[in-house]
């Protein structure tokens, strides 16, 4: 690397001739398209220039940063802790939808709670074994955490008694609707969730099992005014292979079909988002659209478009002060491994996303002992599953 040219760009930085600093940056970034440094200069420079198509040129900036990597074969996931210090950059020039959702949250009365209410989202489809196992252990969780953490569940389903009469004997809310367009089934789940009184909400498949200690995690998000928040990695259990590991998370291996363009992002299993979100956003996630697959995306585009807030890293928030109180702004994402937690999304005979699609690459997907389950606060209800399909 020549230091001359970024001690010239450095220079102008100083002497505050930032269009010229620009002009520099510009050129350094032709020669090394995918220079973090270059980057870091270029957001570092636009974020001084009042003009507001910076932002524009910030957002695409990181992009073109991240194609190149996705071309040269680097794992965008290395980059994310400087990618998620760019995106808070971005959201801090993005004013006019940031300012549209800070101005909701100030006309917003804050109820103060020592025992917040968390609701549980989730859709249901046959697999009725593994249904009831997740029934079974969300209530368990229910009850343990009944002293801290109000915790509820509302579910989606769409076969009639069958499903309604699962759900509601262990004292779950349901409702019915088609099982497809499965955007439309999540979207009436948001409806109902309308007229119930929770603090926020956390999405979870019919398949998907998080340690009791994230739901403390919630608790801080809320206690810290975070309006999102989530996991970028999880584990995975294949139970037709007896396959156990943890998949890393998008960008993690430079190959595509791990969309490196995604990095940062978190995945649907486990989100938390506060009913000030929600209601800012009328409930609206997936509105009109009518789609069985993409749901996490749909609802990370969605988001965006309608708040200004992106992806940052866990600590590395937009922060803003609204009623005298800091409230924390952007789609956090956390990890489960930083976190010393296991949220493990178990894959039988129907899911949305097949199995293979996660374990593709030893540098994405790491395979762990079958025995580390029985360390998780769900095994019990792994267990159980576990007996009664080898009984069929």
Not at 63 to 82: E, M, Q, V
Request: charged residues 30%.
């Amino acid at each position: 690397m020549d230091f001359s040219e970024l001690n010239k760009i450095e220079s102008e930085i100083i002497n505050k001739n930032y269009h010229l600093a620009l002009k520099y940056i510009e050129q350094f970034i032709v020669k090394r398209p995918n220079s973090l440094v270059g980057l870091i200069l270029k957001i570092r420079v636009l974020n001084k220039l009042s003009e507001h198509s910076c932002f524009q040129s910030m957002q695409e900036s990181i992009d073109s940063f991240i194609n190149s990597c996705k071309k040269s074969g680097k794992r965008t996931l290395d980059f994310w802790p400087a990618l998620s210090v760019c995106y808070r950059h971005v959201m801090a020039r993005d004013k006019e939808k940031l300012v549209e959702f800070i101005s909701f949250l100030e006309k917003k009365k804050k109820k103060v709670k020592n025992r917040p209410n968390i609701l549980i989202l989730t859709c249901v489809w046959k697999r009725h074994e593994l249904t009831e196992c997740f029934y079974q252990y969300y209530s368990r969780i229910q009850r343990e955490l009944k002293d801290t953490i109000d915790l509820q569940l509302l579910a989606v389903g769409s076969e009639k008694l069958v499903s309604r009469l699962l759900c509601e004997q262990y004292g779950f809310d349901y409702v019915e609707f088609d099982n497809q367009p499965l955007t439309q089934k999540w979207q009436a789940g948001m409806d109902a969730a309308k007229s119930k009184d929770f603090d926020a909400m956390v999405i979870l498949g019919s398949d998907d099992f998080v340690e009791k200690d994230a739901f403390f995690l919630y608790k801080k998000a809320l206690d810290r005014n975070v309006h999102f928040y989530g996991f970028r990695d999880m584990y995975i259990y294949d139970i037709p292979s007896k396959c156990f590991g943890h998949w890393l998370g998008y960008g993690s291996a430079p190959i595509d079909q791990l969309q490196p363009q995604r990095v940062g992002e978190t995945i649907g299993l486990g989100r938390f988002l506060s009913r000030a979100l929600l209601e800012y956003l009328s409930f609206n996630i997936w509105e009109t659209v009518e789609e069985n697959k993409g749901l996490d995306r749909l609802m990370k585009e969605s988001l965006i478009e309608k708040t200004g807030l992106l992806p940052v890293a866990c600590g590395d928030e937009y922060e803003v002060s609204v009623n005298g109180e800091l409230h924390r702004l952007g789609l956090v994402a956390d990890t489960f491994e930083a976190r010393k937690l296991v949220g493990v999304d178990v894959k039988h005979d129907t899911n949305v996303t097949d199995f293979r699609k996660y374990n593709i690459s030893p540098e994405s997907f790491i395979e762990k002992s079958l025995d580390d389950i029985a360390s998780l606060s769900f095994s019990r209800e792994l267990k159980s599953f576990n007996s009664r399909i080898n009984r069929v």
